[in-house]
């Protein structure tokens, strides 16, 4: 027993001998795997921050209003699923509509005040004209008077794909400007602190980016201050040729609600001064990155009007310019489904009654066509009423006039707007 504890001893202590070397071998091979670690990490965290310093993003903007913000949800993935919460309901009489038709590529419109640099494109990809802004530009229409107090803008937006995190958002203003005084959309002020004005950022995120969500932000100057916040904005159209976005503003007095595509990102309950005459309207680009740039087009101004259509049951009758389609297309834009659902709500309150849908074009295009696209354009308007808000189709008969019943002359844009129209008629 005595001669095994022996033994026992020497090997360990034979061990005791070889640990310390195999400490300071280990400890040796993990020193260099830490030091070549290390210079890795500091390789990337250089290309990290090289990177950072070409695509910074803007600085954040902390909010210091306490409206109700309603944050922008991911883009639906079908129909159904937004048209429940998509309440947005274009004007009906319209104010103002261009699509830039008739100004030549490389021309700015005519009555326009342009600030900077801009001039009008074709955008692969996308059908009609837009107008591009360059970098620290402004546009503002020819003026308005004065709009009303509860009033719709809708316009298209496009950017470059990809676009930098760098480049600024595209503002776009309504304001109570002097009228003695010319505006200069590149100030926040528009050029005079005595001018009340509200802006809407928007911007579509980047692709390329760590952190590539659509945002925006708000800011309302008056004399008696300033009021910001932010908000998101994750629902661009991503496409090869460039990056989409239907932009829809609310105005309901002190209200504003702005939408993307389809998705609601901000409601400002009571924003706006309850006073605030509107007369001018901007859009400003300050800052791209690379070769960023926003493209504007298809803009409709139009005034919201008491709710006409309780005179479908009241009159037998209803007409809308709100139901929008797509260029020389039936196919129904998602900005149309807010309209859509109230008319559905009042069918169902009629109580069985049988209806005629019209659909009118414009007089641009062959005549023969035009009656055939008000057709199909009737027929998408019931198909939508029965597929998505569950209407009979056996009440619903449609009809197409074309161009044969306009209600203005088709001189100007917003004219031809006025007369792309669809009617209810109920049958008595």
Known sequence: MIYLLKKLLKQAGKLFL???????????TDAQILKKLGEKVKSEVAKTVKNADNNQPPPSVNSTDTEQMSMAAQP??????????FDFIPGEEVIYYYDFSDVNIGDAPENWQIDGSAEVVEVEGYPGKYIMLNDHSAIIPEAFEELPDEFTVQFDLICTNPFAWGSNNLYFA???????????????DLGSVNNTVFWIGIHPGSQTAAANKGHGEYILRTRSGVKKGIFSAESFNDKEEGRFAKISIWRQKKR???YVNENKVLDLTSILPPDMIVNTLAWSAYRYFNDDKYFIGNIRIAKSLPDSRNDMLQTGKYSTTGILFDVNSAEIKPESYGILKEIAGHLKLAEGAKITIIGHTDSDGDETKNLELSKKRAEAVKKS????????????ETEGKGESEPVAPNDTPQNKAKNRRVEFVIKK
């Open 76 to 85: 639906s993935q079908n129909k159904a699923a937004y048209i429940s919460k």
């Open 18 to 28: 070889i640990l310390p070397f195999l400490v300071i071998l280990i400890c040796d």
């Open 385 to 396: 009423l029965v597929n998505d808000f569950g209407i009979s189709s056996s009440l619903i």
């Open 256 to 258: 504003v609600r702005v």
């Open 174 to 188: 309504f304001a109570n400007t002097n009228p003695n005084q010319t505006p200069d959309g590149t100030h926040e």
